[in-house]
């Protein structure tokens, strides 16, 4: 299932998204590897962002700014396909061990829309 953030990012702005890791038993937990991807709701990489690797902790935050956020000109019309203008997701991937199994894989989506700031460039 995915997660979808109600507050918006700014176009070319810096937006700021936390990854929190839980077990099986909603125990906070140190993967042993994390990695994220953004991409356009069409599945399209946004800016080379495509398994960017953080280091592990128990939460992590992970900073979009600039052309992270930045918005094309087919997504700058008040209504596309998808209700809105930028639609983005951040797909983060982690493995960690637990009592039930090692190198378990953990997958979240975070959806979120860029705002189009319209006098941005």
């Known amino acids: ?9 700014d176009e070319k702005s810096t937006f700021v998204i936390t990854a929190s890791f ?6 906070a937990v140190t ?8 991409t356009k709701s069409d599945g399209s990489i946004v800016n080379s962002r495509k398994d960017v690797e953080e280091t592990p902790d128990t939460s992590i935050n992970i900073v979009l ?14 209504y596309v396909a998808d209700g809105y203008s930028g639609l983005r997701i951040l797909t983060v991937n982690a493995v960690y061990d637990s009592d039930y199994g090692l190198n ?8 979120f829309i860029i705002d189009n700031l319209i006098a941005v460039s």
């Open 1 to 9: 299932m995915s997660l979808i953030l109600s507050t918006h990012a």
């Open 22 to 27: 839980t077990d099986e038993d909603g125990n």
């Open 31 to 38: 993967p042993d590897s994390v990695t994220w991807t953004l």
């Open 65 to 78: 700014s600039g052309n992270d956020l930045a918005l094309d000109e087919d997504e700058t019309s008040d």
């Open 104 to 111: 378990l894989p953990l997958k979240q989506s975070i959806k």
